[in-house]
DNA sequence: GTGCATGCAAAGGCTTTGCATACCA
DNA sequence: TGGTATGCAAAGCCTTTGCATGCAC
């Protein structure tokens, strides 16, 4: 049988689904702290959905919030991004499509894109030199369009 | 190796020209971090860095690793790479092409490669988005050829 | 009930900063 | 000589861990 899970969406599935193979516990934190980060839909530091849980929850503990990251990543729902700003943003990766990044060094903001005809070098590449690729990471550092213009 | 000092190579020049514009001093310790930094040919983090300099010159400090690198990337001498293991990386940059990496998630090896239509397809991309890159990473992440086999 | 989960605080790892002293230009 | 640079240690950041208590199963 395919879907059991309806009212509740897929990810709640899949993170319940994977507490339950690993004998872990479902509690309501853990449910409070993925409806954030869902809720979301965006890049996140820990930090932020800490903010965000807290503002329904007040009692939610910052570890709480990292262990429970740890999770989500493990089961596939979180993907961890490294800007390069000493802090590990999170975005949704469930259900979304692959892409990767470019950020404006001056004001911040970010641009996703995906790329086929880089992905297929990606695999070329790598398979010419007897790699297995299972992840990878692309980030174009620059200037956005409204930044280049304001610095003139 | 006392007569050695007559071929300084193009990185001593551009450090010390850098340090006159900014009207700072090319310090024997600036020097040495420098001499061990282009030595090692290869990534190498803070914390190696600061070995290599102490065996050199036994009271050598942290801190003033971490100041001269601030230096050496400033003036386009060094490279700060971020493999997402929580501590910066650094490569010699000058005088060598821009290359990406491949990193093996078991054993740490890794290998560099460039590949030209990616580059080309990157500013495609961006110039698409009105987007002006200034510079940019690519890490693949997977097993080496040896870990695949190991794996089996 | 039994263990895992939680919250708090404290500890960790890497990097930066403050300060008195040392040293280059 | 004056202003940087240095070394040391302490402080900062983000993240993880320890521990007593709480809670899901």
Not at 60 to 84: I, N, S
Not at 113 to 137: A, C, M, W, Y
Request: hydrophobic share 30%; net charge positive; with cysteine.
């Amino acid at each position: 049988m395919k879907n059991v899970v309806k009212e509740k969406g897929r990810e709640a599935g899949v993170f319940s689904l994977y507490l339950k193979k690993k004998e872990l516990k479902l509690t309501a934190q853990r449910e409070l702290i993925l409806k954030a980060f869902l809720a979301h839909r965006g890049h996140i530091s820990a930090e932020e959905l800490f903010q965000r849980a807290r503002e329904k929850q007040p009692h939610v503990g910052f570890a709480t919030v990292y262990r429970t990251l740890k999770h989500m990543t493990q089961c596939g729902l979180a993907r961890e991004l490294d800007f390069g700003d000493g802090r590990i943003q999170y975005e949704p990766e469930l259900d979304r499509k692959h892409h990767d990044h470019m950020i404006c060094t001056k004001c911040g903001t970010y641009i996703e894109f995906l790329n086929p005809q880089i992905e297929d070098l990606q695999e070329q590449v790598s398979r010419k030199h007897g790699f297995k690729i299972t992840s990878h990471r692309m980030q174009l550092y620059g200037l956005c369009q409204k930044c280049q213009k304001n610095g003139k």
